[in-house]
């Protein structure tokens, strides 16, 4: 019994503690304040982007690293993060350090459930509300298609195959009907089975460098669409 009272005990307030640990910070607001305070305001005649997104976009400055330090490109990508996520922290890590363009990719991870279950209408809805919070701002907007992923190693047997072309649609749609250009990465890398091409990553779902290579032209391209 005394055992009992104790588990009874000792596991809410652990879940109490894992739970308050996380409501600190969910949105990973910290992750880049340090870096956003010493980040300058852009020179008169700098074309700053910043791309915002997951472990995807995180992987280009660890995978390909010249391609930041070699342009005005500034890398907003949290592992992990979701689309409900990168809205909190849109306005810190975005808007605030004055780009002239926003790239998004976004949306693999709400699909893998990591914070939780979200509909294609939820996830379309955060990103909706990034891109209009950018062009509220004057700075132009690029969608990115969701990367092909026949399935997620850590969480196996939630259908992104299915999911994420339906998702994409959704999102080309909404570009094609509200001025954001959307980017395709998905036709050029996907397998034919909606998943992603073995050579261009090694796990199915993150580029290695041989992916952000093939990612690297199409998104440039995007760039100098949008900004004139």
């Known amino acids: 019994m005394k055992n009992f009272i104790k588990r009874f005990i000792l596991i809410p307030m652990a879940l109490g503690v894992w739970l308050n640990v996380n409501a600190q910070d969910w949105a990973d607001l910290n992750h880049f304040r340090a870096d956003n305070n010493l980040l300058e305001k852009p020179h008169p005649e700098e074309k700053r982007v910043v791309f915002m997104g997951n472990s995807i976009t995180i992987g280009w400055s660890k ?89 997620y190693p850590w969480r196996k047997g939630l259908q992104p195959n299915t999911k994420i072309p339906k998702l994409n649609k959704m999102i080309k749609d909404y570009c094609e009907n509200n001025g954001a250009l959307y980017l ?45």
């Open 63 to 151: 995978q390909i690293p010249e391609f930041f330090s070699q342009n005005p490109y500034v890398n907003r990508g949290i592992s992990g993060q979701t689309t409900p996520q990168m809205l909190l922290r849109f306005r810190q890590d975005v808007i605030n350090l004055n780009p002239a363009a926003v790239v998004i990719l976004a949306g693999t991870n709400d699909i893998a459930g990591n914070t939780g279950p979200s509909s294609l209408e939820m996830i379309l809805d955060n990103i909706i509300s990034m891109a209009e919070l950018a062009k509220a701002n004057d700075i132009s907007v690029i969608l990115c298609s969701v990367l092909p992923a026949y399935d």
């Open 184 to 228: 395709d990465y998905f036709s050029a890398m996907t397998d034919g089975k909606n998943g992603m091409r073995p050579e261009l990553a090694t796990d199915g779902v993150h580029p290695n460098r041989k992916g952000y290579e093939l990612m690297a032209p199409m998104v440039q391209d995007a760039i100098k669409k949008v900004i004139k």
